[in-house]
């Protein structure tokens, strides 16, 4: 409005004051109109900004229950058993993956084993305790379920020990939406993750519950033990 009065201010130069009182009035007029639309641009850009922020909160809610992405049929049966203190979901998140599996009443022998009670020689503790991993625990009935001599053996061998159990760990932590495919363990060999949602399969083992996190860890009980293949 304001260029368009410099434009035709030499052809209108003799108007009558009045003249150029109401057009002073109008341009008034359109520069209030401007001011209130950009007020209510600005509300409007608001309202977006409240919305993602809301859902930002809500994401990360989220993402610090450690409940939120559990998989597995035994999930509900867990919770039941174990619904709160250290060995429940929401306590082994708070604990590295070998305080927290020693705390879980599911998995004492597997802890026995990687922390030197079944074999002095093979003590796992530190490194599992000291980087990110994804570990595939056997609970205790998996391990019951191997013949006691077989057991034994496997038990007494500290190499062969040491190669079951790192078996179990695969570097890095991954959820359970993206656990599927093959992943090369610790001990070099590599496992294939089947399935999907509640129906997870490690190689012939089946998931209990996975998507258990702990402090540096993302957990998958599983119900039978894992073999490394057999070397040709």
């Known amino acids: 409005m304001k260029t368009m009065n410099r434009k035709y201010a030499a052809l209108f130069g003799l108007l009558a004051i009045g003249s150029l009182s109401l057009s002073a009035c109008a341009e008034g007029s359109d520069s209030g109109s401007g001011e209130s639309s950009s007020m209510s641009m600005e509300s409007s850009s608001s309202a977006p900004m409240s919305e993602s922020s809301s859902g930002s909160s809500s994401s990360m809610s989220s993402d610090m229950d450690p409940a939120a992405n559990l998989v597995g049929p035994g999930c509900e049966a867990y919770a039941k058993a174990v619904p709160d203190g250290k060995g429940s979901v929401a306590g082994m998140a708070q604990d590295p993956v070998a305080v927290a599996a020693s705390n879980n009443p599911m998995l004492k022998t597997l802890t026995k084993a990687v922390s030197g009670e079944l074999n002095p020689d093979v003590d796992l503790v530190d490194t599992l305790n000291g980087d990110e991993f994804t570990v ?3 609970v205790d009935d998996a391990f019951a379920a191997i013949p006691k001599k077989d057991l034994n053996a496997v038990v007494e061998d500290s190499d062969m020990l040491t190669k079951v159990l790192t078996y179990h760990v695969v570097p890095g932590q991954i ?12 001990e070099g060999d590599t496992l294939k993750v089947t399935g999907s949602g509640d129906d997870l399969k490690v190689n012939d083992a089946s998931v209990i519950c996975g998507g258990v996190k702990t402090a540096n860890a993302t957990v998958y009980l599983i119900d039978s033990v894992l073999m490394p293949p057999a070397k040709k």
């Open 175 to 186: 959820a359970p939406d993206k656990i599927a495919g093959t992943h090369k363990t610790v």
């Open 136 to 138: 595939f625990a056997p």
